[in-house]
């Protein structure tokens, strides 16, 4: 397949399920391998299961999957058991058992030996903590020159952060750190830093940009009306689902965003979003009260990072709605109308 050649690094939240979803119906877009990153939202094993059913869903099982550790580099931070669990229970969704396995090789292993094998450079699009990516880059530093980019949707510039968004953490002291940064920020800190002394790219997407796009009963109608294309069937179900924990829980779409199918549209539409470059400094101290913060910072101690900092809601929720219009999971008019 042509196309831009990337590999999803992911902690299989809800709302990555959503940005896999519409990347893998990118016509070009070519997704080289999956890893699961186990120290975020789902564990290691019903994350990558539960990938292996997504993938499975739309019709594309070339893509080779594997899964990390749970323990991030450094430190106990993590998300609280609640979320974990309806996470890997796919929010009481059904979707069919794959045929196939994920790959035992591992998820830095399977890192490693598809940049290798690759004869063109690869862009690295993390949608969890980095501890996948910090480990890979600390093993093999000299893959550094098969990346196109680092793009990571992480961080929180000049806003507040969202650790304390849950019940469980709503007492913590940190509120600068976004979730994906406070779990593993030594792993973060060390991507960063490396990337930067090899000379690649990093392009944070961070809660500057994320808060433009809040997840919405409007969205949820788009992706319903399309429910004949399998993809856009899935989306709606999440959407759906998710809502539906909410109400039980009296609480409410407010504070919830779609903060990884906003990086995963930005990336392949950089349109959609207003990009700055600046030098940041990162907490990379776990048991810091503002662990994960990433700060701006001066040229002398700071690291050179591109990060988005607004996005046009309109234009990106354009894109999703198409994208998850996947042609290889279209049902016929007949069969959706019930007729």
């Not at 019709?59 to 594997?66: E, W």
């Not at 680092?150 to 469980?168: R, S």
């Not at 319903?224 to 829980?249: N, V």
């Not at 046009?312 to 999971?329: A, L, M, N, V, Y």
Request: hydrophobic letters at 35%; glycine letters at 6%; aromatic letters at 6%.
């Amino acid at each position: 397949m042509a196309g831009k050649k990337i590999i999803i690094d992911t902690d299989m939240a809800y709302d990555d399920w959503l940005a896999i979803l519409y990347l893998l119906g990118c016509e070009d877009v070519d997704v080289v391998a999956i890893t699961v990153c186990g120290s975020g939202e789902a564990r290691p094993e019903p994350g990558v299961k539960n990938l292996l059913k997504l993938s499975h869903a739309v019709g594309r099982t070339d893509i080779p999957v594997s899964t990390g550790q749970e323990q991030p580099l450094e430190g106990t931070n993590t998300f609280p058991k609640r979320i974990r669990d309806s996470i890997d229970d796919m929010l009481g969704m059904k979707l069919e058992d794959p045929d196939r396995g994920w790959d035992q090789r591992g998820a830095v292993t399977l890192l490693r030996d598809t940049l290798e094998a690759s004869e063109e450079k690869i862009t690295l699009f993390t949608i969890g903590p980095l501890t996948n990516i910090a480990l890979l880059l600390h093993q093999h530093p000299e893959l550094s020159a098969k990346l196109e980019e680092v793009f990571c949707m992480a961080g929180a510039i000049n806003v507040p952060g969202n650790v304390t968004d849950c019940f469980e953490t709503r007492k913590l002291k940190n509120k600068v750190a976004e979730w994906n940064c406070y779990t593993d920020p030594k792993a973060l800190g060390e991507v960063v830093r490396i990337a930067c002394e090899r000379g690649v790219q990093v392009t944070l997407f961070p809660l500057d940009a994320t808060n433009k796009a809040p997840i919405n009963e409007q969205l949820h109608l788009q992706t319903k009306r399309q429910s004949h294309f399998r993809a856009s069937e899935i989306a709606a179900e999440i959407i759906l689902r998710k809502r539906q924990i909410l109400q039980d829980g009296s609480s409410s779409w407010e504070g919830r965003y779609m903060w990884d199918p906003a990086a995963a549209v930005a990336l392949i539409h950089p349109e959609v979003a207003t990009f700055e470059t600046i030098h940041v400094e990162i907490d990379t101290d776990p048991d810091s009260d503002s662990a994960g913060q990433t700060q701006r910072a001066d040229s002398e101690t700071g690291l050179h990072v591109r990060f988005a900092s607004d996005l046009d809601k309109e234009t990106f929720e354009s894109c999703f709605i198409k994208g998850i219009r996947h042609p290889q999971s279209a049902t016929s008019a007949a069969e959706h109308d019930g007729t």
